[in-house]
């Protein structure tokens, strides 16, 4: 604030004195300015914090980011220059147990995903109970014409034997001769073959029927109008 000159000639002391009170608080007010503007802490200097998050995504924000407590984030000024740098406020062995929440927090995301993209695939493949019962017994067939024919083989394989069986009555006391003997071994073998797939075919429609039974049972939650990807996953469609 200036005075003209001559002007204080003309005032009076009273306003002499307010004169000088309005250029002392207007002297008071620029210099609070002046230190607020050189410490950076104006109403609109607060800095833009970014970072790139475990997962490798950028992230901006107008205050630090809770993601990215763990690692370093730039401040930057308005205009896009670096302000200065946040350093990590977690230790090495606290960084290494957020990274390890962050991996299980992404797998059950990745798992969570899978489970609505299989129920969806699942309500598709089978919109009512009578679509899924036939695929049951589509897959069913395949496995008992398994067993008939395998039951088949055997009953012909044991017609086989007979006459083996009566030649050997000729040589009670004796030892075989090779030929017979190596006929008689080699039909037990594919007997044994024969059974032993049997059961095996007889184990899988155990197992088809239980995935079935327990698939059967999540599609009816879903049937009636559960979320996919809710509750205890069925078994996967295309796995049996």
């Excluded at 002007?7 to 307010?18: F, K, N, S, V, Y």
């Excluded at 000024?77 to 957020?98: C, F, H, I, V, W």
């Excluded at 024969?194 to 075919?201: G, H, L, M, N, W």
Aim: charged share 30%.
């Amino acid at each position: 604030m200036t005075f003209e000159p001559g002007a204080l000639e003309r005032l009076t002391m009273p306003q002499i004195g307010a004169r000088l009170v309005a250029a002392c608080l207007w002297a008071m007010g620029a210099s609070a300015l002046a230190a607020t503007a050189s410490t950076g802490n104006t109403p609109n200097a607060a800095g833009i914090y970014s970072c790139v998050d475990a997962s490798g995504k950028r992230l901006t924000s107008d205050r630090p980011i809770p993601e990215c407590l763990d690692r370093e984030q730039r401040v930057l000024n308005k205009d896009g220059s670096q302000r200065k740098t946040l350093p990590p406020r977690m230790n090495a062995e606290e960084r290494a147990a957020a990274e390890e929440r962050q991996r299980q927090k992404e797998l059950a995301d990745a798992a969570q995903k899978d489970a609505v993209r299989r129920d969806r695939n699942l309500m598709l493949r089978f919109p009512n109970e009578a679509a899924h019962n036939k695929a049951r017994e589509a897959a069913l067939d395949d496995l008992r014409r398994g067993i008939a024919a395998s039951e088949q083989h055997l009953k012909e394989l044991q017609d086989d034997r007979k006459p083996l069986t009566a030649e050997t009555e000729f040589y009670k006391g004796k030892r075989l001769p090779y030929k017979l003997k190596s006929k008689l071994e080699a039909n037990d073998a594919q007997q044994q073959a024969q059974k032993d797939i049997i059961a095996q075919q007889t184990s899988e429609i155990a197992r088809v029927n239980a995935l079935y039974d327990a698939e059967l049972a999540r599609l009816k939650r879903l049937w009636s109008g559960a979320a996919p990807g809710s509750g205890p996953s069925g078994s996967e469609p295309g796995a049996r």
